[in-house]
Structures are given as C-alpha cells and as structure tokens.
C-alpha cells in the first residue's frame, strides 16, 4: 500500500527557511496529484500547493512567491521549499496524494486519500 513519510520540519525565526521532504512508496504519480496542506491549531486543513505528474503546479495566494514544490522521481520524494516564512505559516504540514479529477488537481483535501503523519512547522516572530 502507498505510505507516505514526511520530514523537515522544525522551528525558525520569521524570515528564516526551511524545506519539507515526503518519501513516498508504492506510489504511481501517473496521473495522479500530490500537494502539501497544512493545519493550524483550531483551523482546518488547507492547501498550501499541489502538483500534478507533468508538473503543473497550483499554490494558495498566501504563499505564492515563498514556497516551491518539486519532485525527484528517482527518490520518490515530493519537496517543499519554504522562504521567508512568517509566524502565520506556523501549522503541521502534511503530504499527500491521490488521483486527478478532471486531469487536473485541486486544493481540496476530500480529494486526497493518501496522507502522511505530518511534520511540525514553527515560525517565531
């Protein structure tokens, strides 16, 4: 079965950076969609980015221009580069993948039916 294990985060101060990794295993991207959300305490589950297998890429505004999604297929590993963070990007962040809908991938959560365990992101001001 698909696992996914994130890893990389950790605290920061604002301005600082950090890059999330997700290894993933038994997972065909053909077709499919892989993203990262994030959950802050009290909130619910967001998108951050999601990425298709041709690499088609869809951000939230809020980190447009700071974040960058990328993937290397001979690890398997989908990443999340994170510049300039801000206190407001405090949350856990999680990977996850499933299929495309439409040939395309969305900021949905209810669409992704893989998801690993979270890793914690924190942003000090």
């Known amino acids: 079965q698909v696992e996914l294990v994130e890893s990389g985060g950790g605290s920061v101060q604002t301005g600082g950076s950090l890059t999330l990794s997700c290894a993933a295993s038994?997972?065909?991207?053909?077709?499919?969609?892989m993203g990262w959300f994030r959950q802050a305490p009290g909130k619910e589950r967001e998108g951050v980015v999601v990425?298709?297998?041709?690499?088609?890429?869809n951000y939230a505004i809020p980190v447009q221009g700071r974040f960058t999604i990328s993937y290397d297929n001979a690890k398997s590993t989908l990443y999340l580069q994170m510049n300039r963070l801000k206190p407001e990007d405090t949350a856990m962040y999680y990977c996850?993948?499933?299929?495309?809908?439409?040939?395309?991938?969305?900021?949905?959560?209810?669409?992704?039916?893989?998801w690993g365990q979270g890793t914690q992101v924190t942003v000090s001001s």
């Open positions: 996850a993948a499933g299929p495309q809908r439409g040939g395309s991938c969305f900021m949905v959560t209810k669409f992704f039916g893989i």
């Open positions: 038994q997972w065909t991207y053909k077709s499919g969609c």
């Open positions: 990425r298709d297998d041709e690499g088609r890429t």
